[in-house]
C-alpha cells in the first residue's frame, strides 16, 4: 500500500475518476440504449455497458446494475442492439451473441430462460440486430430477415401470433436494414422499399390503417435509406435527407408541431438529415452540419435542452436544436438519449434511476454531460500550494468549458457544480475553485457543452 501524503488519497481520486470517465484509453464509435440499460463500443472492438442489470441484460455474469461503464467483452465485437430488457451484439466472424430477459424466447436459444452472460445464438454470417420489447431481429449476409420472440401483435412477420425461442427466416433475400419497436418491426429492402408488420393501434405501420398485421406489408415503395423504430411510432429518412414519421404522437414526437397521430407518413423535415433515432416518447436527429436536434418528451431531461418540460405534456412537438455541431452518432433509450462526438467522446442526458447514463449518479439529468471522454485530452496535474491548498491544471479541448464538482459521499454521489471555466487557446486551464487536501471531499472535473 502507498505511503499517505496529502496529495496521494486526492491525486488517487482524480485518476480513479479520470480512468473511470474515459473508460479506458479508446473512442466510443457505437451507442444504443435499452429501457434501463445502456451498451457502447470503442473502436478497439470491446463492447462496454451501463445501467439495470436485474434482468441480466448487461452480460457481466451477475443481476446488479452499475452506474458507471464496465467492459463486458474486450475485443471482436462490431455491432450492438439493447432491447427493453436484453441485449444482442455481434463479433467479427459474423457470430450473434445474446444476453438478458428471456420470457419470450427473444434470446433465440430455443429456451424461455433468462441469463445473465452472453451465449452464441449463431455461429456466422450475421451482419445486422435490432431489439425490441420482447422480440428481435436479424439479418444474414445473403439479405435473408430472421426473427425471435414476442409475437403477439405479429411482429416476427411470420404469418402467425406466436412466440418463438428460435430464430425463424421471415424474408429470404434483399433486406438491408432492420428497426425493432416495442411491438412493431421495420425494414428496408435493397430498391429502397420500407416494409413493416406488427402492432399498428397508433398508426406506427403507416398504411393508413390502425390494424396489426403479422405479415410484412409495403409502406413506401423506394428512395428510403434509414429506419429508426420507438415505443409506438416510426421515423425514416429518403433520399436527400428528408425526414418522415407516422405513429404515436401524444408527446410530440413526431415532430410536426401538434399532438396528433398519424397512420400515414408525413414529413417533418424537408433535407440534410443524416441520422434517426425514437425513443419510448421522443426522437432525436442529425443534420449534416453535426447538429443534434430533438422533439417529444422531456419530462425526464432526455432530450437534454436543460428543461424537464411542463405539465401536462412535459414536452416540445416541434424539433429544437440541442448541440450545434460535431455529433456524429446517436441513440435513444426508453427514457434517455446518448450520442458521439467527432472527437470519440461519448454523452448522455435524461433518466437516469438505474445508472444507464453512466455518470456514477443514479440522478435523471436535463443536459447532455461526457460519459467517456476524448482519449487524447483530459489530462490532470495537481500541485500542492504554499497555502495549503491545491491547484488543478488540465489539459483539454481549446476553448471548451469545463466545470469542477464537490461530493462528500461517493455511495451514492451527490454531485455539487463549483465552477466552470473555459479552456484557453492551447487547451489548458487552471481552475479558479480548488480542493483542499485536508478534507475529506471528492472531486470531479467534467466536460460542460
Not at 53 to 71: A, F, I, K, S, V
Not at 91 to 107: A, H, I, M, P
Not at 301 to 326: C, H, M
Not at 327 to 332: D, F, N, Q, S
Amino acid at each position: 500500500m502507498a505511503a499517505k501524503s496529502n496529495l496521494n488519497p486526492l491525486w488517487l481520486l482524480f485518476a480513479a475518476l479520470l480512468q473511470a470517465a474515459n473508460g479506458g484509453a479508446q473512442p466510443v464509435t457505437k451507442v444504443d440504449g435499452g429501457l434501463f440499460h445502456s451498451l457502447f463500443l470503442k473502436n478497439d472492438g470491446s463492447l462496454w455497458a451501463m445501467g439495470w442489470g436485474g434482468d441480466g441484460q448487461l452480460g457481466d455474469g451477475t443481476y446488479g446494475q452499475t452506474n458507471r461503464p464496465e467492459l463486458i467483452v474486450a475485443s471482436n465485437v462490431t455491432a450492438i442492439a439493447a432491447g427493453d430488457y436484453h441485449s444482442l451484439f455481434l463479433k467479427r466472424d459474423g457470430s450473434l451473441w445474446v444476453t438478458g430477459w428471456n420470457n419470450y424466447g427473444q434470446l433465440g436459444d430455443g429456451s424461455y430462460t433468462t441469463t445473465n452472460f452472453s451465449q452464441l445464438i449463431v455461429a456466422s454470417n450475421v451482419t445486422a440486430i435490432a431489439a425490441g420489447y420482447g422480440h428481435s431481429l436479424f439479418l444474414k449476409s445473403d439479405g435473408s430477415l430472421w426473427a425471435m420472440g414476442y409475437n403477439n401483435y405479429g411482429q416476427l412477420g411470420d404469418g402467425s401470433y406466436s412466440n418463438t425461442n428460435l430464430p425463424e427466416q421471415i424474408v429470404a433475400s434483399n433486406v438491408m436494414a432492420i428497426a425493432a419497436g416495442e411491438y412493431h418491426s421495420l425494414f428496408l429492402k435493397s430498391d429502397g422499399s420500407l416494409w413493416a408488420m406488427g402492432y399498428n393501434g397508433t398508426g406506427q405501420l403507416g398504411d393508413g390503417t390502425y390494424n396489426n398485421t403479422n405479415l410484412p406489408e409495403p409502406i413506401v415503395a423506394s428512395n428510403v435509406t434509414a429506419i429508426a423504430a420507438g415505443a409506438l411510432h416510426t421515423l425514416f429518412l429518403k433520399s436527400g435527407g428528408s425526414l418522415w414519421a407516422m405513429g404515436y404522437n401524444g408527446t410530440g414526437q413526431l415532430g410536426d408541431g401538434t399532438y396528433n397521430n398519424t397512420n400515414l407518413p408525413e414529413q417533418i423535415i424537408a433535407s440534410n438529415v443524416t441520422a434517426i433515432a425514437a425513443g419510448e416518447s421522443h426522437s432525436l436527429f442529425l443534420k449534416n452540419d453535426g447538429g443534434l436536434r430533438a422533439m417529444g418528451q422531456q419530462q425526464y431531461g432526455q432530450l437534454g435542452d436543460g428543461t424537464y418540460g411542463k405539465a401536462p405534456f412535459y414536452s416540445t412537438n416541434l424539433p429544437e436544436p440541442i448541440v450545434a455541431s460535431n455529433v456524429t452518432g446517436i441513440a435513444r433509450g426508453g427514457r434517455h438519449s446518448l450520442f458521439t462526438k467527432s472527437d470519440g467522446s461519448l454523452w448522455a442526458t435524461g433518466w437516469n434511476t438505474s445508472g444507464q447514463l453512466g455518470d456514477g449518479t443514479t440522478l435523471n439529468v436535463n443536459q447532455p454531460e461526457q460519459i467517456v471522454a476524448n482519449p487524447y485530452y483530459n489530462r490532470i496535474l495537481g500541485r500542492l500550494l504554499a497555502t495549503g491548498g491545491m491547484q488543478l491544471t488540465f489539459a483539454g479541448i481549446a476553448g471548451a468549458n469545463y466545470a469542477l464538482d464537490r461530493a462528500t459521499d461517493l455511495m451514492p454521489a451527490n454531485w455539487l457544480p463549483q465552477a466552470t471555466n473555459p479552456a484557453d487557446s492551447f487547451g489548458t486551464l487552471i481552475f479558479t475553485n480548488t480542493p483542499a487536501p485536508s478534507t475529506n471531499n471528492f472531486w470531479r472535473i467534467r466536460s460542460v457543452p
